[in-house]
């Protein structure tokens, strides 16, 4: 089965590309940018994950602008992954509204991970950073588990 993981990691730390890495390995799957997942490569993979850390409270806008400009894709497999500083607050659900946003394309959503991401920007540096360490290797390990729980 053919997966392609469309992944977006900001942070000089590429918190989320190590998440990726560690899915992409397990199910020997290619990693593109955001601006590289057009309709006609999404095409060719039976199977899509698309992730992101978050940056203020949502996904990575250019993954979001890029799901947006394409067709319906009705029925195609897709998995979410995303790296956070802190975990998601119950006032702004990022990871459901991104799943609605897939699922608005007809996407099946079959799994969502996410785990923390160390960030020692901006106001996390003025705490000493936050989540430092992550992800770390238990986050590697249960990121590599749920992809082996994703369908064959
Ligand atoms: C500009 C910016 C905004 C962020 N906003 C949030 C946020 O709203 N909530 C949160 O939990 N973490 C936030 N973070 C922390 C990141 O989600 C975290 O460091 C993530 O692991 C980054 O992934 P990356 O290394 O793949 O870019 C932010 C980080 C940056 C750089």
Request: proline share 20%.
């Given at each position: 089965m053919a997966t392609i993981l469309v992944s977006s990691s900001r942070s000089a730390q590429g918190n989320t590309r190590r998440v990726a890495s560690a899915i992409a390995a397990y199910l020997n799957a290619d990693v593109i940018s955001p601006a590289m997942a057009t309709r006609d490569v999404l095409a060719r993979a039976d199977r899509i994950g698309f992730g992101s850390g978050i940056y203020w409270l949502g996904f990575d806008q250019d993954l979001v602008h890029q799901i947006e400009r394409l067709p319906p894709m009705p029925g195609k497999d897709a998995f979410v992954f995303a790296t956070s500083a802190?975990?998601?607050p119950p006032f702004r659900q990022y990871l459901r509204r991104f799943r609605d946003l897939l699922e608005d394309k007809e996407f099946r959503v079959i799994g969502m991970f996410a785990c923390r991401g160390a960030a020692t920007w901006g106001p996390f540096k003025m705490v000493g950073?936050?989540?430092?360490?992550?992800?770390d290797e238990t986050d590697l390990i249960a990121a590599r588990a749920f992809a082996t729980r994703l369908a064959p």
């Open positions: 802190l975990p998601e950073g936050v989540s430092t360490d992550h992800p």
